[in-house]
Nanobody, 126 residues
C-alpha cells in the first residue's frame, strides 16, 4: 500500500504562483511513477503532469506546458508541482497519484494509477 498526502493548495490571484507537494509512504518512493491530476467542479478529472521514477522524464498536458513544472526528490519521498502564471481556469482540486513501475515510464491516463491522495484545493481568482 502507498499513502499519498498533498499540501500547498490555497487561494491565489491570477498570474500568481503556487507550489504543491505530495509526500508518499508505504513503498520505496523510487519505484513509483508519479502524476498530478485535477478536477474542477462539474468536470472530469484531468491529467496535468507526470514524472518517471528517477525524475529524468516528464510529461505535461498542453495547458500546463511552460507554466507548470513537475519534479521529485526521491530522498524526501516527495513529488512537487510548481505552478506559475496561474489562471482562473486552473481552479480545481489537485490530486497526486502513484503507480509501481519497473522502468522509466510516465503515465497520463488516470486508470494507470492505483494510488491517489485526498487532494488539495487550488483557487485562482480573477
Amino acid at each position: 500500500q502507498v499513502q499519498l498526502v498533498e499540501s500547498g493548495g490555497g487561494l491565489v490571484q491570477a498570474g500568481g504562483s503556487l507550489s504543491l507537494s505530495c509526500i508518499a509512504s508505504g513503498r520505496t518512493f523510487s519505484t513509483l511513477s508519479m502524476g498530478w491530476f485535477r478536477q474542477a467542479p462539474g468536470k472530469e478529472r484531468e491529467f496535468v503532469a507526470a514524472v518517471s521514477r528517477s525524475g529524468s522524464l516528464t510529461y505535461y498536458t498542453d495547458s500546463a506546458k511552460g507554466r507548470f513544472t513537475i519534479s521529485r526528490d526521491n530522498a524526501k519521498n516527495t513529488v512537487y508541482l510548481k505552478m506559475n502564471s496561474l489562471k482562473p481556469e486552473d481552479t480545481a482540486v489537485y490530486y497526486c497519484a502513484a503507480v509501481f513501475d519497473l522502468f522509466q515510464n510516465y503515465y497520463s491516463n488516470a486508470d494507470s494509477y492505483n494510488y491517489w491522495g485526498q487532494g488539495t484545493q487550488v483557487t485562482v481568482s480573477s
